[in-house]
């Protein structure tokens, strides 16, 4: 079925085009790479915080909002009687040219309307506390145009929870100060905040309003503000209630003329003694300091530049060249891009997460640093660290920490069973890419305490040893609160629907409640970790954990093996989970995946059986999903996942994080064919091709959740941006389908492919070298026959590392 399109992808730029502002749902955009972040919708909607999505909230946003997306960065056009805005958005005004490119970083919206051209481009320039919004006017009639021009942003109370709930203290506490053309945001200055925020215009200002209802009217709205209707600003002076920022300029434009206004919304922390330059005045060194950066075109283009750059070399990381547009734009620009969002913000703000409910999850984190380790190494080992100072003495973990403070979240606790497998995923990833081994011996605190620090390596050990210790009665991994899947709930019996279902009851005693996830996920983690520990000439501790791998692989085998698939779990009663004997819920993919990632009974055919169960029960026309059939009921000793109406998020949802576990089992075990159709289907360049309307939600990256076969509308999109799914896309197609890996000593290649795959080209830098590898399948699907380096044939699959530029010649 055609479906209606929205948009397009702009390859030689790196955008996705977005020719139509009505998207079936807000298609967003991420600004900033490090401390100072925006959300920017297609039109303009979203916000601004620092660091840290729910205690510096910047710019107000209201989540659940109708229309959706109302509030952000507005730009007010009166010509006339005619306002209109370049993002379309808030007043509707029908345009006569509309775009949005959404690009690395930054985004572009231009609008034009009788003859005259908006268009605005948004970007957080390297290392600054800002964000730049230049403004272009051009005038493309045969008149004088005479426009009026009116800024909009609206100021958070900084805390974004108790902005949208504590209205009693709220209204009595805004506070703003006006200086020439820069308005200061400054509640709670006066007390124990040391920190500002600004919103400034490199041009002198004929007016501006700082109180809302002044400029808006009480019964106006962001859509016909009574200041901007009547062309005439208030020059309010806010104190309490909801203060904003809007500058008012007068602009003429002779025919043809284009003039350009830098609008800079910035951040400012003061050190406690310097804080005041006059009693209740702010002190504004560093303000000025910030708006002298970029107060003029030309420096603004400068910052846009080194921005792209710094993009550039980015994505020059790992290049592809298979003639395939779809595969290429996804590997080369987009996948790359959101796993770079995802490491940024974990789980914290995008139009699904408010910002306000979750911090940095500890297995997220980990996941999300196998998307991002080979872009800036650097931050993935701080990462790795600032996780590990979470856990606890005994290997448990905090399951999630606030990225202002690194401190675990006491709210949710610990107690989720697979977590501490995941440091080890993340470490290995880090040291493979960067052959840095100096990190495991790094002294890392417990819970962040002073004092109890002991090396990395030791946090991995116990790690390993936390699944060790809590065995089950089938000497399977107790699951704990819950494994990977955070809604398999099978300790909490919750009837109360004011109960958490991850923070209430966790009954360990006695529970025979076993995941066979974790199962997977330790024999994997546990082959990487008797690796690691031979590399580093740990002989005896390699022996110890491959005896305790080669137990959990036959556990599985005598009490993990269904007959036709993987079970899922044990229940607190011993009863199984994910069986054939079940009514519902017969096959769930999560231990498909993670067994068959470990291989685990390949020899005696149970890989192949289960990667062809997959298909057979899991496979739909949108991806595969959760778990087959649907629950149709709720059933306590399960949990949250039994929670959801069917064929949505957990219960029989594509929930696409866990679709590339299986699609690397079919690559281990050879059957490209079959990797790369469940990898299409998920593939967000294909859908975008087929499916906008349906899928609803942005068509260039990936989403946590498309609804399964079993529900209303299968093949919906939901959850958006922030997903381990980004993370899980890049490490399948880069290291499993592609075939380039990163190992301690080199390279390995080790593609698995659809037969019908022709030659490709992979540009990789890796540590001080660049290779350039070229493979020629020949209608093979998995094999590596033989390897040139340099023209010179090599022993095996790994090309041995050396600094400097290679060729390398694969043949399959
Ligand atoms: C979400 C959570 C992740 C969890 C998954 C499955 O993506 O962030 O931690 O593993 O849901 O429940
Ligand atoms: C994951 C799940 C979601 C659940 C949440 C609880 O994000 O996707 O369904 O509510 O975890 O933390």
């Known amino acids: 079925m055609e479906q209606k399109r929205y948009g397009h992808f702009d390859d030689q730029h790196r955008e996705y085009v977005i020719t139509d502002p009505q998207t079936p749902w807000p298609w967003i955009n991420y600004l900033g790479n490090e401390d100072f972040f925006s959300l920017i919708s297609n039109t303009a909607g979203g916000y601004s915080f620092y660091k840290d999505a729910k205690f510096r909230r910047i710019t107000r946003y209201r989540y659940n909002n109708v229309p959706m997306d109302n509030g952000g960065r507005y730009f007010y056009i009166k010509d006339g009687d005619t306002v209109w805005n370049p993002g379309w958005k808030p007043c509707k005004t029908p345009l006569d040219f509309y775009e949005c490119r959404h690009g690395m970083s930054y985004t572009r919206i231009t609008g034009r309307k009788n003859g005259i051209e908006a268009s605005v481009l948004f970007f957080v ?11 272009t006017l051009t005038n493309q009639s045969k008149e004088v145009k005479q426009l009026k021009l009116f800024s909009f942003e609206e100021w958070c109370l900084w805390n974004a929870a108790t902005d949208m709930e504590n209205f009693q ?52 709205a962001f859509a016909d503000p009574q200041a901007v209707m009547e062309g005439k600003p208030r020059n309010s002076h806010a104190h309490g209630w909801s203060p904003i920022a809007s500058h008012y300029i007068e602009v003429t434009l002779q025919p043809g003329e284009s003039k350009d206004f830098v609008f800079l919304l910035g951040y400012i922390e003061n050190e406690q003694d310097e804080k005041f330059e006059a009693p209740q005045v702010i002190n504004k060194k560093k303000a000025h300091a910030l708006i002298a950066e970029l107060d003029t075109t030309e420096k603004v283009d400068k910052a846009f530049a080194a921005l792209c750059e710094y993009w550039d070399a980015l994505l020059n990381i790992y290049k592809v060249k298979t003639g395939n547009d779809k595969l290429d734009r996804m590997v080369n620009i987009w996948n790359q891009y959101q796993c770079m969002v995802t490491f940024n913000f974990s789980r914290s703000a995008s139009f699904f997460e408010s910002g306000v409910g979750r911090g940095m999850g500890f297995r997220d984190s980990n996941q999300d640093l196998v998307g991002f380790v080979h872009q800036i190494p650097p931050r993935a080992r701080q990462r790795i660290i600032d996780i590990a100072s979470t856990q606890f003495p005994d290997g448990g973990c905090y399951h999630q920490y606030q990225p202002l403070t690194k401190r675990g979240n006491n709210d949710i606790g610990g107690g989720f069973n697979d977590d501490p497998c995941w440091l080890i995923f993340g470490t290995v990833a880090y040291i493979k890419e960067t052959g840095d081994f100096s990190i495991l011996d790094e002294m890392v605190p417990f819970d962040n305490q002073p004092g109890t620090e002991v090396t990395l390596f030791e946090h991995l050990k116990i790690s390993m040893d936390h699944v060790i210790k809590n065995l089950g009665p089938h000497m399977l991994p107790l699951i704990g609160r819950a494994d990977w899947n955070d809604c398999l709930n099978l300790n909490c019996f919750s009837w109360d629907p004011n109960e958490s279902f991850q923070t209430t009851e966790n009954v360990s005693e006695g529970t025979k409640a076993e995941s066979l996830m974790i199962a997977g996920l330790f024999v ?35 009490d993990g093996w269904d007959g036709e698939w993987y079970l899922r779990a044990y229940d607190f009663y011993g009863r199984k989970i994910g069986s054939n004997e079940c009514d519902e819920a017969k096959i769930f993919i999560e231990s498909q995946g993670w067994c068959t990632m470990a291989e685990i009974g390949a020899e005696d055919g149970m890989v192949a059986k289960s990667l062809d169960s997959c298909k057979k029960y899991l496979e739909c026309e949108h991806g595969m999903v959760l778990n087959n059939p649907a629950f149709s009921k709720y059933i306590y000793e399960y949990g949250e996942i039994s929670s959801y109406p069917e064929g949505y998020k957990e219960n029989a949802g594509i929930f696409c994080h866990n679709n590339p576990w299986v699609i690397i089992g079919e690559t281990l075990a050879g059957r490209g064919n079959d990797a790369w159709n469940h990898y299409a289907k998920i593939l967000p360049s294909y859908v975008e091709e087929k499916y906008q309307t349906l899928h609803k939600v ?28 980004a993370a899980w896309m890049w490490y399948t197609v880069s290291e499993f389908i592609l075939g380039i890996k990163p190992d301690y000593d080199g390279i390995r290649i080790d593609p698995c492919l659809p037969e019908t795959a022709t030659d490709y080209t992979v540009n990789r830098k890796f540590r001080e070298a660049e290779y350039e590898i070229t493979i020629h399948p020949n209608g093979s699907q998995k094999g590596v026959k033989s390897i040139t380096l340099d023209g010179k044939p090599i022993d095996g699959t790994v090309i041995p590392y050396s600094a400097g530029k290679h060729t390398v010649e694969v043949t399959m």
Not at 203 to 208: C, D, L, M, T, V
């Open 524 to 558: 994997v983690t546990g082959k990487d970790y008797v690796a690691l520990c031979k590399k580093i000439g740990k002989a005896d501790e390699a022996a110890r954990m491959q005896q305790a791998v080669d137990a959990m692989i036959e556990a599985v085998k005598k």
């Open 169 to 220: 203290r709220n209204f009595s506490t805004g506070e703003v100060e006006i200086e020439g053309s820069t308005i200061y945001h400054k509640t709670e200055y006066r007390e124990r905040r040391n920190h500002y925020a600004f919103y400034h215009v490199n041009a002198p200002i004929q007016g501006f309003d700082t109180d809302r209802e002044t400029f808006v009217g009480l019964y106006n």
């Open 698 to 725: 942005e068509p260039y990256v990936n989403c946590q959740m498309v609804a399964g076969k079993d529900a209303f509308r299968p093949g919906e999109g939901k959850n958006s941006w922030l997903t381990g799914t």
């Open 125 to 135: 320039p390297l290392k600054k506390w800002a964000e730049v919004q230049k403004l």
